[in-house]
């Protein structure tokens, strides 16, 4: 758990050093680009890519393609994901398709009251593992100001790589209802999110 926080924090932050990095056809330092270095945002949404909040960074690496990454807090633990995007409009708005890996980091000692075979409805304590899932999503992106700052809405699917198990550590059995609550909160099935990030 602590390793994927780790290495979703160094994926994040070596995108951005790659982002600043100047473009060597700049012609000056003070020419304003055609399009953003790149773009730092947060979104929201059920199986959204970093989670319920977190932190999203999109870099145009050729015209109309982008890459993204981005870490965020889910049901499911710490949430981390890379995405490869392709837009039909230029300037990295409008209409785009998507797709790539989400990773839950999963948890450690989480306490819930539900209900078990030989106790009823009792205190337990469990650890869930980490899930992987692919992912592919459509977006509607919105320029929003002078800036090229921009809204989004997106729509997609999420697919689940690996079973989402987990273990009772306090020893208890839960029933077939608990079961099935426990793995609603595992990530995977359709994506509705919407998002808002800044043009740097």
Known sequence: ?????????????????????????????????SVARFFLGTGTGFNNQSGIIGLKLELPVATNVSIGTGIGASTWGNKV?????????????????????????GFDNMKASLSTVYYGTTDVTLSGNSITNFFVAGYRVWKLGRNRNRFYIEAGYSNRLNAATYNVTSGQ??????????????????IAAVGFSFAL
Not at 8 to 22: D, H, N, T, V
Not at 173 to 190: E, H, I
């Open 81 to 105: 994901y890379l995405e490869a995007r392709y837009y039909f409009n230029p300037g990295y708005k409008g209409w785009a398709i998507g797709a790539g890996i989400t990773n839950s980091s």
């Open 1 to 33: 758990m602590r390793k994927t926080f780790l290495i979703s924090i160094f994926i994040c932050m070596s995108a951005l050093a790659f982002a600043q990095k100047p473009a060597e056809n700049d012609k000056s330092k003070n020419t304003k680009p």
């Open 173 to 190: 059995t839960l029933t077939t209802d608990a079961d099935k609550t426990v793995k609603v909160l595992a990530p995977g099935g359709l």
